[in-house]
């Protein structure tokens, strides 16, 4: 699973770039498969990738087109795959989202993240002994009927509140 330390993010989207090149030869964030949730206001920069969850939500695809490969990983089938959205509207964190008629979420590069690689900050780490170790439960009633970017937003600021008040009662004291 790729772990995220949102206390070393400077929002680069340096992650975003590798991403999207690995994937499609194209740089660009539509086309990237973890998504950096800027929110200026509060100070946030938070990459949301798929966090491989216990519930495995993605997996209830009516048309069978996602399955679970080895590494723990979201495969989709691209011939089985209707772009029907069930899975972009069941993931609580909003880390799959259509685009180019595909469904796009993170697939661990077949092992080899390429955006843990480009993060020269130590940002994001990949830990494949994590995988499933996560529950998204909580996000999922609140998530309904949000939109992928929505989602990530909600997701970022709940992961993120931890480090904010760590930073706010220094600043207090």
Same mark, same amino acid.
């Given at each position: 699973?790729?772990?995220?330390?949102? @206390?070393? &993010?400077?929002?680069?989207?340096?992650? !975003?770039? @590798? &991403?999207?090149?690995? *994937?499609? $030869?194209?740089?660009? =964030?539509?086309?990237?498969?973890?998504?950096?949730?800027?929110? #200026?206001?509060?100070?946030?920069?938070?990459?949301?990738?798929?966090?491989?969850?216990?519930?495995?939500?993605?997996?209830?695809?009516? #048309? *069978?087109?996602?399955?679970?490969?080895?590494?723990?990983?979201?495969?989709?089938?691209?011939?089985?795959?209707?772009?029907?959205? @069930?899975?972009?509207?069941?993931?609580?964190?909003?880390?799959?989202?259509?685009?180019? !008629?595909?469904?796009?979420?993170?697939?661990?590069?077949?092992?080899?993240?390429? &955006?843990?690689?480009?993060?020269?900050?130590?940002?994001?780490?990949? %830990?494949?002994?994590?995988? $499933?170790?996560?529950?998204? !439960?909580?996000? =999922?009633?609140?998530?309904?009927?949000?939109?992928? %970017? #929505?989602?990530?937003?909600?997701?970022?600021?709940?992961?993120?509140?931890?480090?904010?008040?760590?930073?706010?009662?220094? =600043?207090?004291?």
């Amino acid at each position: 699973m790729i772990v995220v330390d949102a @206390a070393k &993010c400077s929002g680069c989207s340096r992650c !975003e770039v @590798a &991403c999207s090149f690995f *994937h499609s $030869g194209k740089v660009g =964030r539509a086309g990237s498969r973890v998504k950096v949730v800027k929110m #200026e206001e509060f100070g946030i920069d938070f990459p949301v990738v798929c966090q491989h969850c216990v519930e495995r939500y993605c997996v209830k695809c009516p #048309e *069978h087109a996602i399955e679970i490969g080895p590494l723990g990983q979201v495969i989709v089938s691209p011939t089985l795959c209707t772009t029907c959205g @069930a899975c972009e509207a069941l993931c609580p964190i909003g880390a799959i989202e259509l685009f180019e !008629e595909i469904p796009y979420v993170c697939d661990l590069c077949g092992g080899n993240p390429r &955006c843990v690689k480009a993060c020269t900050l130590d940002a994001i780490r990949y %830990e494949p002994e994590t995988t $499933g170790n996560v529950s998204l !439960e909580t996000f =999922r009633k609140k998530s309904k009927n949000l939109t992928p %970017e #929505e989602k990530r937003v909600r997701f970022a600021l709940t992961r993120f509140e931890p480090i904010r008040e760590t930073w706010l009662s220094k =600043r207090r004291a």
